[in-house]
């Protein structure tokens, strides 16, 4: 079957590092794409990979390794406006997004 | 950049009675809609993918009587939940694809919160 793993929660210090693991399971593969979702709101797009390697764009990078079938989200220098979820999706062969769970990000000062 | 527009934001409605979301894509044709669902501290629920012009594709478990879909044009498409119940309250949200654009041109209308009472 096709499956999207992320953590549930994670908690950061604004001003750090933090690093959002997803791992996934799909029936053909065409990218893997993260979202941020604000409560109460609809996803808004961060990224997109579809080749093996880190996509940098400012403080936000995405990392895709199709072997292990994972993926990361890495957000630096960590504002309070960054608490939201983050979606993993993947897209698979008939280009349908298959969604993870969402992991919860919250920043405390 | 590309922007769907969905209305309503948020609708409460009696259980019995029947509530008509719209899509609509502001800047390019929509030729595929799918539409969601996301109960609290869930992922997004794909309910159905509709083309323009033809029957949605509704996923498994989805009930196409209670919750008809049309897209008759590129650039609007509805989703009517019909004889809503309790159990129905949720989040709604449209996404449109665009092919031939950055990341297949997925992009998300802004979502309408259904509570019905």
């Known amino acids: 079957g096709q499956n999207i793993d992320q953590p549930t929660e994670m908690t950061a210090t604004e001003g750090a590092i933090v690093q959002i693991n997803c791992t996934y399971q799909?029936?053909?593969?065409?990218?893997l794409f993260w979202y941020q979702q604000h409560a109460g709101e609809a996803p808004t797009f961060l990224s997109y990979?579809?080749l093996d390697g880190l996509e940098e764009k400012g403080r936000f990078s995405s990392f895709l390794s199709r072997s292990k079938g994972y993926s990361y989200l890495l957000l630096k220098e960590l504002q309070m406006k960054d608490s939201a979820s983050y979606l993993c999706?993947?897209?698979?062969?008939?280009?349908?997004?298959?969604w993870g769970a969402g992991t919860k990000l919250i920043i405390k000062p | 950049g590309a922007v769907v527009s969905q209305h309503p934001s948020w609708v409460i409605c009696k259980s019995g009675t029947s509530v008509k979301i719209e899509c609509r894509s502001l800047?390019?044709?929509?030729?595929?809609m799918f539409w969601y669902r996301q109960f609290p501290k869930q992922s997004l629920m794909l309910m159905a993918t509709?083309?323009?012009?033809?029957?949605?594709?509704?996923e498994q478990g989805v009930e196409k009587d209670k919750f008809l879909i049309n897209h008759a044009s590129l650039t609007l498409s509805t989703l009517t939940v019909t004889s809503a119940h309790p159990e129905d309250s949720s989040f709604y949200i449209c996404?449109?694809?665009?092919?031939?654009?950055?990341?297949?041109?997925?992009?998300f209308g802004s979502g309408t919160r259904l509570t019905v009472v």
């Open positions: 800047d390019f044709q929509a030729t595929t």
């Open positions: 999706a993947a897209m698979d062969s008939n280009y349908q997004l298959i």
């Open positions: 509709s083309n323009e012009g033809s029957k949605a594709t509704y």
């Open positions: 996404s449109a694809r665009e092919p031939g654009r950055d990341h297949y041109g997925y992009t």
């Open positions: 990979n579809v």
């Open positions: 799909t029936s053909g593969f065409n990218g």
